[in-house]
């Protein structure tokens, strides 16, 4: 849309209210509204201003002044507030130079976008991202310096089984038994449905629903694949209705990885295709799994800087309780076709030329998503440009090999902070185009470290208790 086209979307629908958007650093939307006469192409041109010393990752106090910047493509109406409200995602600029701002994470994905239509690889790269949930009944948490502990329930809990519910009717999901049951156990099809309507009334393109694994509440959503910039702002979109036709319902949701233990977490497989002049470059019909060379040396670059790319697709401390052995968490930095045990999968539900795609499977929802779609394509155009070849594809079971053979294969690291050291140490291919800046990455780093690594490192842990209480 232009700016004249959302400014008459806004009329045709009564709208009253105009909420503008933009994403924080670790990833969180913020958001302000204004009343909908303010809606005009000045908005569009000369933007609003904010404080960016207030937002997490972005200015010190001596620089907060910053604009936000409406894109007019983006307007959608929002589904929960009571008075009409149009929402416009939003660019941040710096105010007096108007350049764009070089840790706003949404100006990083379109920087990827120029930069794969300079390299002439391919014009446009379509990514499906599969964003796993918990809902949660309750959910208790504290954290003071005498105190620490977390609590979630959900009616589906098989912990639940014993409990006085007056009647307890017994439908309860055995551990680890949450895939594709029907009804009376899956207990949430109909918050999911509403979940699917509204994403359809946002403008998106579910394409199927389901009951996840984890047996208390984990749930999938299925979104139509997009371009990277236009998906991660879905992917946006999308959270935000998660949680809120939740609450309607009287749930939680979380894209907390790993939120229950000795229970699968939640992970976001990332659907990856490049596309050249209307045909897709990652189709060969005489390659292994019908995969081209450009394919292939894209594997290769997901695989060699995975360590690094991984402190934005896994960005928390949590992530690192979902990356291990025995939950079907991909952590074996190998590819396969259809072997959900590797990192990188080859769907193959399809022969179409058009279906052809690789699948990472090591990313969580827990992501900033621009910076995780601009850093797996800058990832996988580092492999194209460099001929970087994969580790041959392994297709068994990767968890049942006898433990030599196991030991040959590769892991991802088991930290944030070893992921936050490798991209310290391996970031030289996403400076390229100057998509990624060396200063946003050192910025990151900082504030991953600081607000994460050692807050949590800092804390006693409630299993220490246990252990070492009577010590």
């Not at 990652?282 to 997901?302: P, Q, T, V």
Request: charged share 25%; with cysteine.
């Amino acid at each position: 849309m232009t700016p004249q086209e959302a400014i008459a979307f806004a009329q045709e629908n009564d709208v009253r209210i105009v909420d503008l958007r933009f994403t924080d650093l670790p990833g969180t939307w913020q958001h302000f509204s204004i009343p909908v006469e303010h809606l005009t192409e000045d908005l569009f041109a000369e933007g609003i201003g904010f404080d960016g010393s207030s937002i997490r990752g972005f200015q010190s106090i001596n620089e907060s002044d910053m604009l936000l910047v409406p894109d007019p493509s983006s307007i959608f109406l929002d589904p929960f507030f009571e008075v009409p409200t149009a929402v416009l995602i939003c660019n941040v600029e710096d105010p007096l130079t108007r350049e764009p701002y070089s840790r706003d994470a949404r100006y990083i994905a379109h920087k990827a976008e120029q930069y794969l239509r300079q390299t002439g690889v391919a014009d446009t790269a379509f990514l499906g991202p599969e964003a796993e949930f918990f809902l949660f009944s309750d959910v208790r948490h504290n954290n003071e310096g005498h105190t620490s502990y977390y609590k979630v329930d959900s009616p589906e809990g098989p912990w639940n089984a014993g409990t006085d519910e007056q009647p307890n009717l017994g439908h309860k999901m055995r551990p680890k038994g949450g895939y594709f049951p029907c009804p009376p156990n899956d207990q949430l099809q109909n918050v999911r449905t509403e979940m699917m309507q509204k994403l359809m009334d946002a403008g998106l393109q579910p394409e199927v629903h389901h009951h996840e694994v984890g047996a208390a509440g984990q749930c999938e959503i299925d979104i139509r694949f997009d371009e990277l910039t236009k998906i991660a702002d879905k992917l946006q979109v999308f959270k935000y209705i998660i949680k809120n036709t939740a609450t309607e319902y009287g749930l939680s949701a979380t894209f907390m990885p790993k939120p229950i233990f000795g229970d699968n977490g939640s992970g976001m497989h990332v659907h990856v295709s490049l596309w050249k002049d209307n045909r897709n470059i990652m189709y060969d019909e005489s390659g292994y799994a019908g995969l081209s060379d450009n394919a292939r040396f894209f594997i290769g670059g997901l695989l060699k800087h995975a360590p690094a790319l991984l402190a934005f697709t896994n960005p928390t401390t949590n992530s690192y309780r979902r990356l291990v052995p025995g939950y079907e968490a991909p952590i074996n930095l190998v590819f396969s076709q259809r072997n959900r045990s590797a990192c990188v999968r080859v769907p193959m539900y399809s022969k179409s030329e058009k279906a052809k795609r690789v699948e990472f499977r090591a990313p969580d929802p827990s992501c900033n998503p621009y910076l995780a779609f601009a850093g797996i394509l800058m990832a996988g155009l580092d492999g194209i440009q460099n001929r970087i070849e994969p580790p041959k594809p392994i297709d068994k079971d990767l968890y049942e090999l006898p433990p030599e053979e196991k030991a040959n294969i590769p892991q991802t690291p088991g930290t944030l902070h070893d992921v936050l050291m490798a991209l310290k140490n391996d970031h030289e291919w996403l400076l390229k185009g100057d998509v990624f800046t060396a200063d946003m990455i050192e910025h990151y780093i900082a504030y991953k470290m600081k607000h994460e690594v050692e807050a949590v490192a800092l804390r006693p842990h409630p299993y220490e208790f246990h252990l070492y209480y009577d010590i």
